[in-house]
């Protein structure tokens, strides 16, 4: 575990992909910061730009700049206390947000997991931030992973077993004071 954690540290600050067990699906990841490693995985994925990624942040105020401060309300405090955990809050993108990672959208994904593993790796990357996506192919089941994409990638971290759930996170947009359910 540590020699991968060491790896996995030197490749995100190499600005190269990786994927990695999160406590739901496999996780392609990446520095948030570096347009290239974004457009990598993008390919890797074969993923419509048209879809955003997602910043994991190693707690709420590590991702907190990236949104807009009008959504620190009652409800998204409510929200926020369910992490770390398989919850992704979509909010508004604030001006510190990579417009790479979200192109089109005035929105962000921000999710903290609760993985052992990755909260270790966020803490030693570039303000304890990663740009994510779920570890497959656009159009296929995130279930599985597919060798295709671990063939294309520095590092695989195989998951323990039981350690995700292989379930998506629950996804709930905060806006002007309202929560809807996007998943």
Known sequence: MKNSLKLAIELIKSNKPIIIPTDT????????DSKSAVEKIYKLKKRDRKKP???LGYNWQALRKFVIGNDYNHSL???????????????????????YLNEGFK???IRVPNNK?????????PKKVLASTSANISGKSDKKLPREL??????????RKGEMSLKPS??????????KILR
Do not use: D
Not at 150 to 159: D, E, M, N, T
């Open 77 to 99: 405090q409510m929200w926020i206390r369910q992490w770390p955990g398989p919850l992704t809050l979509v909010l508004s993108a604030s001006k510190k947000t990579p417009e």
């Open 150 to 159: 671990i063939k294309k990638v520095k590092l695989f971290v195989k998951a």
């Open 25 to 32: 699906v496999y996780g392609l990841v990446c520095r948030y």
């Open 117 to 125: 593993f990755l909260l270790t790796l966020l803490k030693h990357c």
């Open 170 to 179: 629950r996804v709930i947009e905060i806006k002007n004071n309202s929560t």
């Open 53 to 55: 990624l997602i910043l």
């Open 107 to 109: 929105t962000i994904g």
